[in-house]
C-alpha cells in the first residue's frame, strides 16, 4: 500500500535557553513548543491555530530547520520525518550540510511581505535564486521560469524588472508565493501569508493558494490565528495553546462543533459579518496567557479554563478521541458553561 504522509511531526519540543547575569549564566528556559504530535498527507493542507506566542510559527520554522541559524543554543527534540520518494528524512536530527538537497522540497511564505523581499534585488532575481542554489538551469530557462511563475501568481513578465517597493501588499505576497513555488516543493509551510493584507486581499491571496494547490499537487501547513480562514482553507486543523495540542479534527468539526473550552473561546472571537447582531456564545477568558517560561503544572490552559478542575493541575491531559476522530486533550470537554 502506498504511503500517503509527506511528514509526521513526533514528540516535537523546541526550548530556547535565556542566559543572565555577569558571566551569562542559564536562568530560565522557554519551552515554545512542548511535545506535540501530527502528520501532513500528500496534497493535503493542515491549518494550525493559536493565539500569539503560543508556539505556532516556531512549529513551521522547525519543520524547515532554520531555527538553529537564528538562535544556534535552541534545543530541538523530537522527529520531523519527511517522506521523499521512498526515503525517511529526519529534519530534526539532520546535520545541515546534509539537508541540503532536500531543501527544494520544503518552502516557506512568511508573514510579512515587506520584509521577507530584499528591497535591493528585482522581482527576477528573488524569484531566481532558489533556482541559482538548487537547479543547473540557465540563464535563459530561469528567465522563461521567472516569467511563467509570475502568470501563475496572477503578475506580469514584464513585472520582473521591478523592485519590492513598486508593487502593494498583496502583490508582494504573490511575488512570495512565486518564489516559494520556483523549486517544486511538496510541502509550503505557511506562517499567517494573508494577516499583513487587506480583508478583500485576503481572499483573492487564499483563492490562489487553493487553485495552486490543486494544480501542483502542494501540501500546506496552514498558519493563523484566524479560525474562519483556517477553515475554508484546511483539511484538517491542529488547535495549539502554550506549546501544546489541544484540539485536533477535521476542518468542519472544529470550526462547528469545537469539544475543547480554548477551541471554543477561539471560535467565538470570530467576528459576526452583521455589526447589528450579537454573540450571545461569546467566551470571554479571563488572564493572560502565561509565559512559556513558567507554564503552570498539569494542563497549561487551566488558569484561565472556565470548567477547570482542582485535578487539572496534576498531568498534562493527553488527547482523547470524541467518537468521530475528534483528538481533545481535556477530560471534561463534554461540561457546558
Known amino acids: 500500500m502506498k504511503n500517503n504522509k509527506l511528514v509526521d511531526v513526533k514528540n516535537l519540543h523546541v526550548h ?31 491549518g494550525l491555530v493559536g493565539e500569539s506566542g503560543c508556539g505556532k510559527t ?10 538553529k541559524h537564528v538562535a544556534p543554543d535552541v534545543m530541538i527534540t523530537g522527529n520531523i520525518n519527511y517522506h521523499f520518494d521512498n526515503e525517511v528524512v529526519d529534519f530534526a536530527n539532520m546535520h545541515p ?3 541540503q538537497k532536500y531543501r527544494s522540497k520544503v518552502q516557506m511564505i512568511f508573514q510579512d511581505p515587506f520584509a521577507s523581499l530584499n528591497p535591493r534585488m528585482t522581482v527576477a532575481q528573488i524569484i531566481s535564486e532558489p533556482l541559482q542554489i538548487h537547479t543547473n538551469m540557465s540563464k535563459n530557462d530561469m528567465k522563461d521560469r521567472v516569467g511563467w511563475l509570475l502568470n501563475k501568481v496572477g503578475l506580469q513578465p514584464e513585472q520582473s524588472k521591478r523592485y519590492p517597493h513598486e508593487f502593494s501588499g ?7 508565493i512565486a518564489r516559494a513555488l520556483a523549486t517544486n516543493p511538496e510541502l509550503i509551510i505557511c506562517d499567517e ?11 483573492q491571496v487564499i483563492n490562489l493558494m487553493m487553485d495552486l494547490q490543486e494544480e501542483f499537487d502542494l501540501s500546506y501547513l496552514f498558519i493563523a490565528h484566524d479560525l474562519s480562514i483556517v477553515e475554508h482553507i484546511s483539511d484538517m486543523i ?15 468539526n472544529i470550526y ?16 459576526l459579518p452583521d455589526p447589528k447582531r450579537k454573540n450571545k456564545n461569546r467566551v470571554v477568558l479571563k488572564g493572560d496567557i502565561p509565559s512559556p517560561m513558567a507554564k503552570p503544572s498539569g494542563c497549561g490552559f487551566r488558569n484561565r479554563c472556565p470548567i477547570a478542575k482542582p485535578d487539572c493541575a496534576k498531568d498534562i491531559p493527553e488527547l482523547t478521541d470524541t467518537g468521530n476522530g475528534q483528538l481533545v486533550a481535556c477530560p471534561y470537554w ?4
Do not use: C
Not at 258 to 267: D, E, Q, T, V
Open 16 to 46: 530556547f535557553p535565556l542566559f543572565g547575569g555577569v558571566f551569562s549564566k542559564h536562568v530560565a528556559t522557554v519551552k515554545a513548543v512542548d511535545g506535540i504530535t501530527f502528520s501532513i498527507g500528500k496534497k493535503q493542507t493542515i
Open 58 to 67: 516556531t512549529v513551521g520554522r522547525a519543520m524547515i530547520s532554520i531555527l
Open 97 to 99: 550540510k546534509g539537508m
Open 170 to 176: 498583496g502583490q508582494r505576497q504573490r511575488i512570495g
Open 193 to 203: 501569508p494573508v494577516s499583513a493584507l487587506d480583508v478583500s486581499i485576503q481572499a
Open 238 to 252: 491542529v488547535v495549539m495553546y502554550l506549546g501544546n495540542v489541544v484540539e485536533f479534527g477535521s476542518a468542519d
Open 256 to 271: 462547528h462543533s469545537p469539544k475543547h473550552p480554548y477551541s471554543r473561546a477561539l471560535l467565538s472571537a470570530v467576528p
Open 334 to 337: 463534554k461540561e457546558e458553561f
